[in-house]
């Protein structure tokens, strides 16, 4: 049963995008280095960039329930010449949901949608090599490592390795995930 939707992002999504943006605790698995980022400016880019962006989706992740929204995911470099597309940001920011199956069911919700709305064959993604919630959701749903960005970003003072998988079409529906619409 699922307990939470995707929808794209409406102009007040900001304030918690901002707000979860800002959490050192957040911010140190993604990718990205941490940047104080003000409330007018994430404004700015909710509005300009995510919502009106062609090249790439931005959507919130909210709980059926009460339509609350508890985190947001991107696709990236959609490429349908070649059939492929990465996942961007990926965020469970409402800490009171981690460690409750949410980020695996948003994966879901966001893979069967790309198969079945696109002619796509592969999705890519990348994480930190110490995000393990990440690492663990992406292999369990039939992603493999494809390799390994030796010191690939500066963050915390030291340089990070990034961990690059990805999953085929055929593989994700033997994994039993696919369903198809």
Not at 130 to 149: A, C, D, N, P, W
């Amino acid at each position: 049963m699922n307990r939470i939707y995707l929808r794209a992002f409406e102009p007040s999504d900001y304030i918690l995008i901002n707000k979860w943006r800002n959490d050192p605790e957040i911010s140190k698995l993604l990718v990205g280095n941490y940047n104080y980022v003000s409330l007018e400016r994430e404004k700015h880019w909710v509005a300009d960039k995510a919502i009106n962006d062609k090249e790439s989706m931005y959507f919130a992740i909210c709980l059926l329930s009460t339509d609350e929204m508890i985190g947001y995911a991107s696709l990236m470099k959609m490429d349908l010449r070649n059939q492929k597309v990465e996942v961007g940001g990926f965020t469970i920011g409402n800490k009171s949901m981690w460690r409750q199956g949410y980020s695996k069911e948003a994966h879901i919700l966001l893979f069967n949608y790309v198969f079945n709305a696109f002619p796509i064959n592969k999705i890519k993604s990348h994480c930190l090599e110490e995000h393990y919630v990440t690492i663990r959701t992406l292999t369990s749903l039939g992603f493999k490592q494809e390799g390994i960005l030796k010191e690939e970003v500066y963050k915390n003072g030291e340089f990070k390795n990034l961990h690059i998988y990805s999953v085929l079409r055929s593989e994700y529906k033997e994994a039993g995930f696919l369903r198809e619409s």
